[in-house]
């Protein structure tokens, strides 16, 4: 992690004593970054973000407008965070009743992306590269490479790690139709084949 002068922050941005912030990274106007933050390298931090204390965010993680990262959240490395989605962080938060001590973690895994206005039930962790189609409400874990909608959220099929949907032979493989990778399904898992 490094010191102030190796990242942008807009003027209007508050960053609190004690938050770390990687080289590279950028935040945007009137967001928020709370003290025991942590933000890895190249990150972008969009508009009026709230990074909540013990939040971790790998490096190139992409943050839209809007987004409020609460405590017990943990993004790997190139996460994509989608305009407006919500992460929450106790499962039955009472306003009368203080509920700090039992925050829920979640984890979103490498590469995993998460469509605008969708919203993450705490304990449910998504998998590397799912892809969270917009306005999706997530209430169990997701799968590697899964790609969920709607509320609640249902798989309705797989992706590759460039974003495109895969459509798998009789012999459960599937090529990306952007990178020519290949993936295999089996066991209701899939996995990119290394040739």
Wanted: glycine letters at 10%.
């Amino acid at each position: 992690m490094s010191t102030e002068k190796e990242y942008f922050a807009h003027e209007t941005a508050v960053i609190d004593q004690g938050a770390r912030i990687g080289r590279g990274t950028k935040i945007w106007h009137f967001s928020h970054i709370m003290t025991g933050a942590v933000i890895g390298e190249e990150c972008n931090i969009g508009q009026n973000v709230v990074i909540s204390s013990e939040v971790v965010l790998g490096k190139n993680v992409k943050v839209q407008n809007n987004v409020s990262i609460y405590t017990g959240v943990i993004c790997e490395d190139d996460v994509f965070l989608g305009p407006s989605m919500v992460f929450t962080n106790v499962v039955n938060p009472r306003s009368a009743v203080v509920r700090r001590g039992q925050y829920v973690r979640t984890y979103v895994r490498k590469g995993a992306s998460i469509g605008a206005n969708a919203t993450i039930v705490c304990g449910n962790d998504i998998g590397e590269y799912a892809f969270i189609g917009a306005g999706a409400v997530v209430t169990r874990e997701v799968k590697p490479y899964a790609l969920v909608v709607g509320n609640p959220a249902r798989q309705v099929g797989w992706m590759s790690e460039y974003g495109h949907r895969l459509d798998f032979n009789e012999e459960g493989i599937a090529v990306c139709a952007e990178s020519g990778e290949k993936y295999l399904l089996e066991n209701n898992r899939v996995r990119k084949m290394i040739d």
